[in-house]
């Protein structure tokens, strides 16, 4: 095959996962700055992270895990996820004026087209068929998992991971620097698009090397392990200054997960029969369906099978690798149930600050997703006249039974101008929110939060899967405002300006908080949102 056709089909197979990828989405593509899942609070946490990102990027990146919420605690990006990868992708859109809303609809497009693009070049070099590659692509970009996950932009963004395979495959078969370079390379760009996806892939890596020991053991062991040692060396240089606030946090503030509570969020056998895929959930998967969607569907699964009654899994050492990592994220992403979870977590203790052990399931489906594509490419070889009639069916029945579209989107009417009035406060300004949810019910903040992507003052308030103990204790402190000593408290933080949101405050608590007019003075004040200044 020429360079000039490689170019057409990566070319040409881009543009068709582009399409696909606004299909899947559809009706997201007609009006991506107004249509939105904002009703999911993690959507509106993580369009303020990457608001947040591309801030930090432009006016002060060395102090880029210290966001503007939790005021007075440090390394508070460390909280959540930092996804600064897909912060990077989106930093010119925010720049260029886009609202997070409409950054993050572009990038889960954007995340949904290159992973499936990615895994299709690789895989359509592996096994040499152009349809086995848009199959693999297909499944492992357009699932059961990624189309149910919108408000976890992470989910969108395993583009980097066939690459990464596919420098390990190069390194072990022919050992050379740069192999080592490409794998360091492309293992640092996915791992810093998710942490989980940071201890999932290193995982799906070593399991990977595992199974294919016939080429790193015996003679070839003084060549290849250095190499792979420098590659993990050249990984962890690069993801070391992203690691240590994470690290900080943990040792100084106990931000680590019990086995209790990976417990709650991990996968059940039930959850391998979910999908919210219209076919399959009208007819029987509804029955099913709670959390997690991790249904690997009746073409990934039946391809996998074929591959695997072939020997093609076997056989073939891609094949093999994706079989081994398929297993071991089946048996992890049952967290404790699964026996050896402890000592996984003991061993790999990047795995500590995990809680959700069910996306482990997302390595269990692109496993499948590449076996499926190896499953394409032996019926192809055995049936040549009709193979290519035989690999489109397949592939329209993929898309068929993974489609959720039309999508119901939330109208998003953008942010109330009156919080571009805190821009032009003094350096020093503290915004607190009201209300001031109790940590349990701390995703109430991210309205407040994403209101301060207009303004970027420092905020008392904050959201993520961790909470601090000086946001409990305000949150007790506060419980009564603006009665008894509350007001004092705020000053005593240094808080300089209060936003009341009174479409979530009952009257009297309005009333109440009108009548200290001679501390908490009405500023700037709409339907949406009223800011008080306090003396």
């Known amino acids: 095959m020429s360079a000039r056709v490689d170019r057409r089909f990566a070319t040409a197979s881009l543009v068709l996962f582009v399409l696909l990828a606004i299909v899947h989405t559809w009706p997201l593509a007609t009006n991506p700055g107004s249509l939105s899942r904002n009703d999911t609070h993690d959507t509106v946490h993580h369009e303020w992270i990457l608001a947040w990102d591309a801030h930090a990027l432009a006016t002060n990146p060395l102090h880029l895990f210290d966001t503007n919420t939790f005021y007075p605690e440090r390394d508070t990006l460390a909280y959540s996820d930092h996804i600064i990868v897909q912060g990077i992708l989106g930093a010119p859109l925010i720049w260029a004026g886009a609202s997070p809303v409409l950054t993050y609809n572009i990038l889960l497009m954007l995340g949904l087209a290159l992973t499936g693009w990615s895994t299709c070049l690789v895989m359509t ?8 590659g848009v199959l693999s692509g297909s499944l492992i970009a357009f699932n059961a998992m990624t189309l149910t996950r919108f408000a976890e932009i992470q989910d969108q963004y395993l583009v980097f991971f066939a690459p990464a395979l596919w420098a390990l495959d190069r390194l072990l078969a022919h050992p050379r620097v740069k192999h080592a370079l490409a794998l360091a390379g492309w293992f640092a760009l996915q791992a810093l698009t998710c942490g989980y996806l940071l201890a999932f892939v290193a995982l799906s890596l070593v399991a990977s090397v595992a199974v294919r020991p016939a080429e790193w ?18 990984s962890v240089a690069v993801l070391l200054p992203f690691l240590l606030p994470y690290l900080r946090v943990s040792r100084g503030q106990g931000f680590t997960r019990d086995m209790n509570e990976v417990a709650m969020f991990s996968a059940h056998l039930t959850d ?6 219209r076919l399959h959930y009208a007819a029987w998967s509804h029955a099913f369906f709670d959390r997690e969607g991790l249904f690997p569907g009746v073409v990934g699964a039946g391809l996998t099978m074929i591959a695997l009654a072939s020997g093609v899994a076997w056989r073939d050492r891609r094949a093999r690798m994706a079989l081994a990592f398929g297993i071991v994220a089946f048996a992890l992403s049952f967290g404790p149930a699964f026996p050896l979870y402890e000592p996984v977590t003991r061993l790999f203790p990047i795995m500590a600050g995990i809680r959700g052990a069910s996306r482990f399931g997302q390595l269990f489906l692109a496993a499948i997703a590449l076996l499926a594509g190896f499953g394409l490419a032996r019926i192809q070889a055995r049936r040549a006249s ?6 489109f069916v397949l592939i329209l029945m993929a898309h068929a039974e993974a489609l959720r579209a039309p999508i119901n989107y939330r109208p998003f009417s953008g942010l109330s101008p009156i919080f571009d009035a805190l821009r032009d406060e003094p350096e020093g300004t503290v915004v607190a929110c009201y209300p001031f949810p109790p ?12 209101a301060s992507t207009r303004f970027w003052k420092t905020l008392v308030n904050g959201y993520s899967s961790f909470m601090p103990e000086s946001y409990t204790r305000s949150a007790a402190a506060l419980d009564a405002f603006p009665e008894g000593d509350t007001l004092d408290y705020l000053r005593r933080l240094g808080v300089t300006h209060v936003i009341v949101f009174p479409g979530k405050v009952s009257a009297p608590r309005l009333e ?24």
Not at 439 to 450: I, Q, S, T, Y
Request: aromatic share 6%; with cysteine.
């Open 386 to 391: 009709t193979g290519v009639t035989v690999a």
């Open 217 to 234: 053991l015996g003679p070839r062991l003084r060549r290849v392990a250095p190499l792979l040692l420098l590659a993990a060396a050249l």
């Open 272 to 277: 391998y029969l979910g999908t919210g895929g």
């Open 439 to 450: 940590p349990r019910e701390a995703f109430h903040n991210v309205d407040c939060m994403l």
């Open 512 to 535: 109440r908080i009108d009548a200290h007019a001679d501390r908490l003075v009405l500023w700037k004040a709409d339907a949406s949102a009223r800011i008080y200044r306090l003396h």
């Open 125 to 132: 070099g592996w096994t040499g068929s152009r349809a086995a």
